[in-house]
């Protein structure tokens, strides 16, 4: 015998609705747990410990996790160093700049005109 579920909007909402919130915390647990294992600071002890927290009674462990870790570690300052120094690399390129590095090596004859018209195709290509 097959029962036949009546689907009204409200329940459709209200589904949808519960659907989207289990996912919101699941995806808050797996960064939880992401930033307990990445970070340097804690020792394994700690890190173990958090993460027991996180099971036992996880949304109150996610609440007081959050609360407690610090604004920025130096291992986030380090991160953020390292992203900004890579984003000022990208932004100092330029491909004119490459092709006229490369036009004075061929016609200096260190490279060959196949190599350059090679090397310039690569220069335009976008990062």
């Known amino acids: 015998m097959l029962i036949a579920a009546e689907w009204t909007l409200g329940s459709m ?3 949808m609705l519960v659907f ?4 919101m915390a ?3 647990f797996i960064s939880l747990f992401a930033d307990i294992l990445r970070r340097n600071d804690l020792s ?3 890190k173990a410990g958090w993460i027991l927290l ?4 996880p949304f109150l462990g996610a609440l007081i996790y959050i609360i407690a870790r610090p604004k ?3 291992q986030d300052k380090e991160m953020i160093e390292k992203a900004q120094e890579a984003q000022r690399r990208v932004a ?3 491909a004119a700049d490459e092709i006229e590095k490369l036009t004075k090596l061929r016609d200096s004859g260190a490279i060959t005109a196949e190599e350059f018209e090679e090397m310039k195709r690569k220069a335009m290509l976008p990062i």
Do not use: N, P, Q, R
């Open 72 to 74: 920025m570690t130096e």
């Open 44 to 46: 394994g002890w700690a």
């Open 92 to 94: 100092g390129y330029s």
């Open 20 to 23: 989207f919130f289990w996912m």
């Open 54 to 57: 996180l099971f036992v009674v």
């Open 13 to 15: 909402l209200w589904t």
């Open 26 to 28: 699941i995806w808050i």
